[in-house]
């Protein structure tokens, strides 16, 4: 029986220890992580005796890895998920009412052309414009010969400048963490093929109803111990070496060795192997900021849906690019909306206070509901490397080290995905894979 440690217990390192507990091999993991709760950028936190997540995440129907992942783990899709069609809705009555954007429950491509036909808030230029980009987008096979950033791209095919406000701008940066400015064309694409290019299924919008540790990682460690193996929170690895028979993880001999963490810490640790083109590519990424603005109101409070995208427009005070009710997908965070900015780096650096006196007043105007402008109470979360910086030509490493035996997981290496929770499971997995095919 081979021993494998797994380093770093985020999504792609669960996913690894799974995948290798659960190889007919009967391998025995040890799963090292050093904060005291599993989940790495999609986790739960504790805040004033609160249970929140670090940031708000929505799953597709297209994250085959993920779902297959969470069904290996005991977890009932129907009951942690709260399944949406896909869907792009402003407020329509407040200040700068956007669009409202509904696909329909239709077979695909119908679904499309339907919710295109029905859209509110977009002139017949808007709509000639999206269909004229998903064709040529199928057309291209979704394929680009020359990655370029996606505002390139929409500009390439007369893209409309409300359409373009409304609709790519917002997926971009929710999808890439990166403005359209400097996000990959290429990337951006993959993930408009498993969403308004995709079987409707496929394009499903799928809201957690737990917290995110609860979702998949709290699972993944109960499988992983009923197979014999150990998950150890807040365990810092601080040495990494390759000893005479195998791998050495603070001195304690392992037959392999599963790396997932982010690229900072991996290249940190992979410093003495004589990998250093690897450590190169590791510190060569750039990374991007996500805010999450908790603002809790009376319990009664409930929104029409129970998400909205906003306009935000950061010169006037408007950060928020999309609003959650939390109480709509848990009963017991009635009254909480969660508010979202990707791309955060302005944001994040107002005093906590003001950018979230700022979010209320923007979903005050935006919902017309006034009594948003006065929380009960607020938090803002800010991970200010919460995704790698997924610009056009981007080198990812592949799971492979160089070395025997040692893999790389995480959602940055080499992928057609951008930094998403689907990345990281399918890494996760295909570096188990990886390592187990070679002990």
């Known amino acids: 029986m081979k021993h494998f440690a797994v380093i770093g217990g985020g999504w792609a390192g669960c996913a690894a220890a799974v995948e290798l507990a659960s190889d007919p091999g009967g391998h025995r993991i040890t799963v090292f992580e050093a904060a005291r709760t599993l989940g ?159 079987r409707r299924a496929a394009s499903d919008m799928l809201l957690p109803r737990v917290d995110l540790t609860a979702l998949f990682p709290q699972a993944a460690a109960r499988f992983v111990a009923a197979r014999g193996g150990a998950v150890n929170a807040g365990a810092a690895v ?13 001195g304690v001999p392992f037959d392999g060795v ?41 319990p009664a409070l409930r929104l029409p849906l ?45 005093d906590q206070a003001e950018l979230a006196s700022l979010l209320a007043a923007q979903l005050a105007a935006q919902l017309a509901m006034p009594a948003l402008a006065a929380p009960l109470w607020q938090q803002v979360i800010t991970d200010k490397r919460a995704t790698f910086a997924c610009v056009p030509g981007l080198a990812r490493p592949a799971n492979a080290s160089g070395l025997a035996g040692l893999v790389l997981a995480g959602d940055y290496t080499a992928a057609e995905y951008p930094a998403t929770l689907e990345s990281a499971v399918r890494s996760g997995a295909a570096a188990a894979r990886l390592l187990s095919g070679a002990a």
Not at 104 to 122: E, I, K, S, T, Y
Not at 238 to 250: C, E, F, I, P
Not at 322 to 342: K, M, N, T
């Open 40 to 198: 790495g950028r999609a986790r739960a936190v504790t805040v004033n005796g609160r249970t929140l997540d670090n940031g708000q995440h929505i799953l597709l129907g297209a994250y085959s890895a993920t779902l297959a992942m969470l069904k290996k783990v005991g977890i009932d899709r129907q009951e942690v998920f709260l399944n949406l069609p896909l869907q792009m809705r402003y407020p329509t009555v407040g200040l700068d009412a956007g669009m409202d954007f509904l696909t329909a429950r239709l077979p695909a491509p119908l679904h499309l052309a339907v919710a295109l036909l029905r859209a509110r808030g977009l002139t017949r230029a808007d709509k000639l414009s999206l269909a004229r980009f998903s064709t040529s987008a199928r057309w291209m096979d979704w394929t680009l010969h020359h990655d370029c950033s996606v505002a390139e791209l929409l500009e390439r095919f007369d893209q409309t400048a409300r359409l373009t406000a409304l609709m790519w701008r917002p997926l971009c940066l929710a999808a890439l963490n990166t403005p359209p400015e400097r996000a990959s064309a290429q990337v951006f694409l993959a993930v408009l093929r498993d969403s308004l290019g995709a």
């Open 238 to 250: 601080k040495t990494l070496a390759l000893g005479a028979s195998g791998w050495l993880v603070d």
């Open 258 to 298: 599963v790396l997932a963490v982010p690229p900072p810490a991996a290249s940190k640790l992979l410093e003495g192997l004589g990998l250093e083109q690897l450590r190169a590519q590791l510190d060569g990424f750039g990374f991007e900021a996500i805010t999450t603005c908790y603002l809790q109101y009376d």
């Open 306 to 350: 129970p998400f909205y995208a906003l306009l935000d427009a950061p010169p006037l005070g408007r950060h928020g690019q999309f609003v959650f009710d939390r109480g709509q997908l848990d009963a017991a965070q009635a009254g909480l909306l969660a508010v979202v900015i990707s791309a955060a780096g302005d944001a994040a650096a107002l």
